[in-house]
């Protein structure tokens, strides 16, 4: 129960959603839910993590893989296909907690005959450079086939084509099955080899990747297909390793390597499932989200993060942007630190890039890339949109404004260290990028003599739509805070590791900006809340027009017309793309009391358009605090279902934003998790406020927090702990207003 995402009857207007909803991958690549018949107009897709590349239109993007899937099926020289044959039954699904995409399929010949086509496939998380697929022919009367089954060379890009096939072999008659890519800018190498192994009682007839079947109602056509994809970043021969490794994985047979692959990721589900009782469909939702984000996390790799649609295709140009640290992070960091290590580490690596992005708008310290791929370089252009009346590229000030991306990169250290208790970052690399994130603010920051303090001007914020803004709270709060702890770090590197502080600053000539990031963090104006506790969004927004989201909307001439940019409908109007205070407020919790949140939430939740994905999610969290149980819950479930039910925007003005949502995947976790049981970990130590919505009579979680691993079990009235790690007592936390050290291994407690 609550593992089954499916869906019965075909409906082709839901070939693009259903592309996404029902992905699979591992981490290392992701692959659309398509059907085998379907080609790049259904926009099938094996997306590359790692790989991207710039065919010199300017524009950067993962590169796609050829579909190895890829099979044609005719009988009398007509195709069968459900795209437009006569389906008698359909059904597609995903066992999420394994990991495998499933179709059955029923046709009906012009003859009368019925033909059962069904699949299994799945991304290996044991092997990350494998996918496997088991196809079945079956019919209920003696009937010939013609199967085409081959790797599909006409790959679906958003701007490619994306590389040559520089070698090719064939073996056993079949052609292009094992080649070898090039991409076009970085002449980065991959490997695919595909073995297709057959298996039946039928007579059959292979010419290269032709099989002329004749299928009888007793016995059926099994085709196994094993694809290896291998990176020549990761090997120096990738040719030579898919081979090898192609003919290993084939060698153990499909059981085997299934296996393997599910041992994993149900090891992976032992740590990351959130299990709830009395309510169904939040429960597949909350358990949908984390798989959506457990096969697009980079388990193998530092070398990236998660990008903004998953491995869900080459939207967004499959970039990571401040999505993984505010709105993903913590779900690795309290279900497998290593994995949010990994994620925080690629930040590190990129520091350099930072650096020079900063420069080149002429600014000192680090500026980290609003859309930052594999080079850490920034992938976001000046003119990301096109306006949809007059064809003209819109400026979008994303790249050189949102300077809030360097405080949340800082952020994501100031967590991994504030919930793991690991500090040992700090001596890979962390101090310098915290550093360098708070000499940027300092250098991009005016000092303004009259008011005596540091302002941040010419913004944008969290809210995309009012771009070019003066002292936007969330930037303004979350720079104080990057100070904060850049401050703290040097308090602790001194204290702990004076050697290695006094050579970094020494590296970093960081000498002189030590006075000058202590005096912003004392002087950074941070707006405070008005009489009626509510923040002013940036210098002026009161002053905007203040209407509803419906009466903006009745303006819009087009349905998918941009709001923002320079003369959107938004931009003079106190309507929000997304949260931004109630962003800050949730991020930083401890800083406002009780009413100040409501204040906020209240003001802003009625101008919200929610025209992000990542916004219903903050709305639920702080709805959660504020004890508004009924809308903390719609919320949540808003955000936990967007990629099951499809209901997201597609386009941005004329730009393709579809794909799965990984930011509000994270953030569904968050609000389960953080908002409704209340866990906090903070200076304070850990502690626990929970309040589960009406319909759910209990829910468990397990976590990692500080050297501790738990189980936890909520219900309504009930905490109970069992500590699972190493560390079998000892664990102190607060409930209820009191603190409890557990003795031995397990605690119930009521709340
Ligand atoms: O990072 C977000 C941004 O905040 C809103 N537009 C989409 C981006 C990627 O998810």
């Not at 995402?5 to 839910?33: H, Q, T």
């Not at 991409?183 to 073995?195: A, D, G, R």
């Not at 980290?368 to 992938?379: L, M, R, V």
Request: aromatic letters at 12%; hydrophobic letters at 35%; charged letters at 25%.
């Amino acid at each position: 129960m609550g593992w089954l995402v499916s869906e019965e009857n075909f409906d082709k207007s839901k070939i693009e959603l259903f592309g996404s909803k029902f992905c699979i991958g591992n981490g290392n690549f992701g692959y659309r839910g398509t059907l085998e018949e379907y080609g790049k107009e259904q926009l099938c897709a094996l997306t590359l993590s790692e790989i991207y590349d710039d065919n010199g239109c300017g524009w950067r993007e993962p590169v796609n893989m050829p579909n190895p899937f890829h099979i044609n099926l005719s009988v009398g020289g007509g195709n069968i296909s459900v795209l437009g044959s006569n389906v008698a039954k359909h059904e597609q699904s995903l066992d999420i907690k394994h990991g495998i995409h499933s179709r059955n399929t029923t046709f009906v010949t012009g003859s009368g005959s019925r033909v059962s086509v069904s699949s299994e496939r799945f991304a290996s998380m044991a092997a990350p450079e494998l996918i496997a697929e088991k196809y079945m022919l079956s019919a209920d009367s003696d009937i010939d086939i013609v199967m085409n089954a081959g790797p599909d060379m006409d790959v679906w890009d958003i701007n490619g084509p994306h590389f040559n096939v520089i070698r090719s072999e064939s073996s056993g008659g079949n052609t292009d099955n094992h080649f070898l890519i090039e991409t076009i800018e970085k002449k980065y190498q991959v490997s695919m080899c595909v073995s297709y192994l057959v298996q039946t009682g039928c007579d059959y007839k292979q010419d290269g990747n032709q099989y002329t079947i004749h299928l009888t109602k007793d016995d059926s056509f099994l085709l196994t297909t094993y694809a290896v994809i291998t990176k020549g970043i990761h090997c120096a021969d990738p040719f030579a390793e898919s081979r090898a490794k192609c003919e290993c994985f084939a060698g153990k047979g499909f059981d085997q390597v299934l296996k393997e692959h599910e041992a994993v990721i149900e090891k992976r589900w032992r740590s990351y499932d959130i299990e709830i009782e009395g309510d169904p469909y939040a429960q597949l939702a909350v358990r949908y989200s984390i798989y959506l984000l457990l096969i697009a996390a980079p388990f193998h790799t530092e070398g990236i993060a998660i990008p903004a649609r998953g491995l869900s295709g080459q939207v967004y140009k499959g970039a990571m942007f401040w999505d993984t640290e505010i709105y993903m992070l913590q779900m690795f960091l309290f279900e497998e630190p290593e994995i949010a290590k990994n994620l925080v580490m690629y930040r590190v690596k990129h520091l350099k890039e930072a650096l020079e992005k900063a420069a080149e708008f002429g600014y000192e310290g680090a500026f980290y890339p609003w859309e930052s791929q594999e080079t850490g370089k920034d992938g976001c252009t000046l003119y990301n949109l096109t306006d949809i009346f007059t064809g003209r590229k819109m400026r979008t000030y994303f790249r050189d404004k949102q300077i809030h991306i360097s405080p949340d990169v800082v952020f994501g250290l100031y967590k991994y260290m504030e919930i793991t208790g690991d500090y040992s970052i700090l001596l890979q690399g962390g101090t310098e990028v915290i550093l360098e994130c708070a000499r940027f603010l300092y250098s991009y920051s005016y000092f303004k003599k009259s008011r005596n303090r540091y302002e941040l001007l010419d913004v944008t914020g969290a809210d995309e739509y009012h771009e070019r803004v003066n002292n936007n709270a969330y930037t303004n709060y979350m720079a104080k805070m990057a100070l904060k702890c850049a401050v703290d770090t040097r308090a602790y590197m001194e204290k702990n590791h004076k050697a290695e502080w006094d050579s970094i600053v020494k590296k970093l000539k960081f000498e002189d900006d030590l006075a000058h990031i202590d005096e912003m963090h004392r002087l950074i104006y941070t707006p405070a809340p008005g009489k009626d506790g509510v923040i002013e969004q940036f210098d002026g927004y009161f002053k905007e027009e203040d209407l509803s989201v419906r009466e903006l909307y009745s303006r819009r001439i087009k349905e998918n017309e941009y709001l923002g940019s320079l003369c959107g409908l938004a931009v003079n109007t106190q309507i929000l793309k997304q949260a931004d205070v109630v962003l800050m407020m949730s991020l930083r919790p401890d800083q406002f009391t009780k009413e100040e949140k409501r204040a906020n939430w209240d003001y802003y939740e009625k101008r919200t358009e929610h025209g992000s994905s990542l916004s219903t999610c903050i709305y639920a969290l702080l709805a959660a605090e504020i004890d508004e149980k009924t809308y903390a819950y719609d919320y949540m479930m808003k955000a936990a279902t967007i990629d099951l039910v499809g209901n997201y925007k597609l386009y941005l003005g004329d730009l393709y934003i579809g794909g799965t949502h990984p930011a509000a995947n994270g953030g569904t976790w968050m609000v389960t998790v953080l908002g409704f049981g209340g866990l906090r970990v903070n200076a304070d130590g850990v502690s626990f406020v929970p309040d589960l919505p009406d319909s759910w009579n209990s829910m468990s979680y397990h976590f990692a927090c500080r050297g501790y691993e738990a189980d936890c079990k909520l219900t309504k009235t009930t905490m109970t702990l069992h500590l699972t790690g190493q560390k079998k007592s000892g664990f102190l936390f607060n409930i209820g207003g009191k603190t409890y050290e557990m003795t031995d291994d397990s605690i119930t407690v009521n709340y």
